[in-house]
């Protein structure tokens, strides 16, 4: 790897500077000759008014912005190996893209002082001028963390296996005009700029969860039509199924439930009277599992976190249920008092009972005082749903 220390003032970086605001596909400076965003960079992540803001106060009062890396590649041109945030932030302030507050006033660039103005444009950026193997160039690159945002895995992993494959499955995934994004995000949690859509996507699609595994075999492929296409069918089968979008859907294991139940048949109109039912239930715990609940039958119930009887309703079911048993001679289990065997007169201490739903809460039973009532734990366990 093979460095050279220059020095680039803020004027020749951002002069032919290229901003498409849509993502920002196309970024450009030093008159043509860098290429501010590769195809193994992240999104712009500072339009968020305080990153990009810092980075323009920063040159104003004379602060450093940190070392800048270039990457030299063929006939003269380069590329920016970090500082693409900072750089880009410069760009779209001296492009007018957005404006700073000076002495409480909105000031966009064009309407600064003169003096200003000369002062942004001379003020000059470290740069290291890096030349080396495209393996070298994306090791350091996955590494140097100067300033601002770490990488996150996905970011990471797009650096290493750019390539055709990347750049369309970040032209899809990764751009917040995509008019899909509204109802992906009903389903997906993240942020499209951070690339986590995309690693959604990707996780589905690989099935196993090895991302980097699927990414480097398609690493050079033309199309997404695989990844794009599957990513859809569970979208649309979600949304089939449920016909209420609930905000405790979003960031559920969509992938995942789609291999386990995509066969089924469901009655969309049905689902949707038990998914606003089991909304509605208190006892109901964790809304998250009713989805997966209805999906599998509703049958495993520790998926909903059903709400448990209170220690105070326990005690007072217990000692009420203990004296009514000593007075008529029979077990404090209702189920032992019944049986014929040694335990039809015993009386069973707290701690070897258990509270249970009198009519289960599968068929309607409330988890109130009313509806409790104490079992020894071989009955309650045998009890079941039932």
């Avoid at 030349?131 to 090791?139: A, H, N, Q």
């Amino acid at each position: 790897m093979v460095t050279e220390l220059k020095q680039y003032t803020i004027g020749e970086i951002c002069n032919g500077f290229v901003y498409n605001e849509y993502e920002g596909k196309g970024l450009f400076g030093l008159s043509g000759r860098l290429t501010i965003q590769p195809e193994y960079q992240r999104n712009y992540i500072y339009a968020d008014g305080k990153k990009d803001v810092a980075v323009i106060e920063s040159v104003l009062k004379g602060y450093p912005l940190g070392l800048i890396y270039f990457n030299k590649v063929d006939d003269g041109q380069l590329e920016v190996l970090d500082g693409q945030q900072r750089i880009t932030s410069l760009g779209r302030f001296v492009k007018g893209n957005f404006a700073i507050k000076i002495n409480g006033m909105e000031q966009y660039f064009s309407g600064l002082a003169t003096n200003l103005q000369e002062m942004i444009m001379q003020t000059k950026l470290l740069v290291y001028e890096c030349e080396g193997t495209e393996v070298e160039i994306k090791e350091w690159f996955k590494t140097i963390n100067i300033v601002g945002v770490p990488l996150n895995e996905q970011e990471k992993l797009n650096a290493i296996f750019s390539g055709p494959f990347v750049t369309l499955a970040k032209e899809e995934f990764s751009n917040s005009q995509n008019a899909n994004v509204s109802k992906w995000k009903a389903y997906i949690n993240g942020k499209v700029e951070r690339q986590e859509i995309l690693e959604r996507a990707l996780q589905w699609v690989s099935k196993s969860n090895d991302v980097s595994g699927y990414m480097s075999h398609h690493r050079y492929f033309s199309n997404i039509n695989e990844l794009k296409t599957y990513f859809n069918t569970v979208i649309e089968w979600v949304s089939s199924v449920f016909i209420d979008v609930e905000s405790c859907m979003c960031g559920l294991e969509w992938g995942r439930m789609y291999e386990l139940y995509h066969k089924n048949a469901y009655n969309p109109t049905k689902v949707s009277e038990r998914v606003q039912a089991l909304m509605a239930d208190d006892c109901v715990e964790d809304k998250k599992g009713i989805f997966e609940y209805i999906l599998g039958g509703e049958v495993d119930k520790s998926l909903l976190n059903i709400r448990l009887f209170e220690p105070s309703v326990i005690k007072s079911v217990y000692a009420k249920q203990t004296a009514d048993a000593k007075e008529k001679g029979i077990s404090n289990c209702p189920l032992c008092a019944l049986s014929d065997t040694n335990n039809k007169n015993k009386i069973w201490q707290l701690k070897e009972m258990d509270a249970d739903h009198v009519t289960a809460w599968s068929r309607g039973g409330a988890t109130d005082i009313s509806n409790c009532q104490m079992l020894c734990k071989t009955h309650n366990r045998a009890k079941g749903n039932r």
